[in-house]
């Protein structure tokens, strides 16, 4: 044991530290295994939120994360996301993971294009329409890295990394291997992880948007005036949309409202019909006045009689 005493404490404290790992020179002490970073790997259908641990989602308190499995058709998608988090302690007082950089390696890359975000946080309020509703800190805006861009992961709080990869229609099926490099520039105990990449393609193409039977839309529309709030008045609001038809089109979900007053802008519907739409909503007239200027009827909750 090592003998150490902290600043405040009127006695020195006592406590154990491991011998180093294999390749440190023999008799050499080694942090606390506890002192790494937590990352692991956690399905894209659950929430991270800001006290959210890799321990509540069947990881170890302190892991160098699972495996990224991912088995893909042609030209799909496929998201995951990493847990990142990193705890003060006597090892490092601070806390957090300054200047963290993401990178895939390996032949993945090769039958894959690799995006990476970092998940923002919404603080928001709870509502008694939607059925589990809840308020606080909820993870929502998705902020695109370029390549070798870094970001920081503050002290005591989880930060997502969202990753993509999406199949080439020309990929090769099989099975490809890699890695997503972890690198840490500020931290001081270690500044090096690695999360394997197991990669499946299959020999089998999904079908392009244009080729779907199937006609979806969504509840929501798009509008300036809903995100200058969160983005400022300034937003280009041409180049958001733009973004947001691209995502919802990479997952095959065509950014189309059931709920609409009023006909889009003709460029809205050439634009999604450029990018394989097929149906479009035009106009919902269970908002639409019984006669001419009275006021819109009122929508039922969700679940209840005439609901949409």
Known sequence: AQVVSFPGTARPTRFAVMRAAAGLAAGAWAAWPASSAEICVVSPLVQIRPHSTCSDFGNGASCEGAKVIM???KG??????LLLRKARDADSPAGGMPNVTLTVTGNVTTAADVALHVVGYVNTSHTPRYQGSGGGWRPDPLVKLAP????????????????????GRGAAAGA???AVAVSCGGCTVQKEYSVPVEYTVWDVELPEQKDSKVGTAWSGSWGAENFKDYYGPATNSTYNQTAWFETMFKYRTPPDSIYVTTPRPVPEYEDMAARGARWFSLLDVSALPLTPGAAPRPRPPPGAPGAP
Do not use: C, I, K, N
């Open 71 to 73: 088995q893909t058709m």
């Open 76 to 81: 799909e998608a496929e998201s995951t996301q």
């Open 148 to 167: 070798g861009e870094s970001f920081s992961v503050p002290a005591d709080a989880a930060t997502a990394v969202w990753l993509t990869l999406t199949a």
């Open 176 to 178: 490809y291997t890699g």
